[in-house]
């Protein structure tokens, strides 16, 4: 495909782009820009329509990069080479990967997850920041996790924070967002257990079988879980703590919950 070449930071494309930082913009333009090779090779292979290409040659030598560009030049997105100081203004953080990429936004809904038999779902309510949101995102995929479920999100699934902590994973169609009652009708008509992590009850999270279909609900750290999870088919479970804190990061909660649960199912 033939590439164009941006050489000012005022491009009337670059300066859209940078506006998808904001998560605003992003909700406007239905739009989301995605940094790295790693995340944009992960967004190409969950099927992410990607529609505009910005690249830095001078950046671009790695076989890996090189690579990826062949895969971007066979997809029907524009392709623009900017200069060193445009592609500064494009990137997120110390990004050296000479990359970054505009996407539309995907629909996740939560009526279209694969739901296996005897499940293991993750489901996530009201999280504020993106990189814990990514973390267990990206826990999740390696603990095998088969849906996560992200209930009145704080902030929006594409958020470049979230992609970055998650290194690409939150591209899976397997996760979604939805309401809390959609989320526990649906969780109800699986037929799934369900456990909510909270650091007053008193069963601990190991007295809990998690070889059977289960769903890990985890609140915010700020405010805990609302009341939609005060409910009698709900078991409570925590983490012992034995030093001052009362309770652990909520991506760390995340990690020792899906691990247990892989252990017990293998």
């Known amino acids: 495909m033939a590439r164009h070449e941006i050489t000012s930071r005022q491009n009337e494309r670059v300066k859209q782009a940078v506006k998808l930082r904001d998560a605003r913009q992003r909700g406007k333009q239905q739009r989301f820009i995605i940094d790295g090779v790693r995340e944009i090779g992960r967004a190409l292979d969950a099927g992410i329509d990607v529609v505009e290409v910005f690249l830095c040659p001078s950046l671009c030598n790695s076989p890996t990069v090189q690579q990826l560009l062949t895969r971007l030049d066979e997809s ?26 505009i996407a539309n936004t995907p629909a996740r809904n939560i009526n279209v997850l694969e739901i296996p038999a005897n499940p293991l779902i993750a489901v996530l309510e009201r999280l504020e920041k993106p990189g814990n949101v990514g973390a267990i995102l990206r826990s999740a995929d390696g603990a095998g996790v088969d849906a996560v479920i992200i209930v009145d999100p704080q902030t929006d699934l594409f958020n470049p924070n979230t992609i970055r902590a998650s290194v690409g994973t939150v591209f899976s169609k397997q996760v979604c ?11 109800r008509e699986w037929g799934v257990a369900l456990i909510a992590a909270r650091p007053e009850v008193d069963r601990l999270y190991t007295d809990i079988d998690y070889s059977q279909g289960i769903a890990i609900v985890l609140g915010s750290e700020a405010n805990g879980l609302t009341d939609a999870w005060q409910q009698a088919d709900i078991a409570g479970v925590r983490l012992p703590m034995q030093g001052i804190a009362d309770s652990l990061n909520v991506s760390t909660t995340a990690a020792v919950l899906f691990y247990e649960a892989l252990r017990q199912r293998n």
């Open 76 to 101: 029907a997105a524009i392709v623009a080479e900017v200069t060193g100081d445009v592609f500064e203004k494009l990137a997120f953080g110390a990004r050296g990967d000479g990359v970054v990429v």
């Open 177 to 187: 967002t939805a309401s809390p009652a959609e989320t526990l009708a649906r969780l």
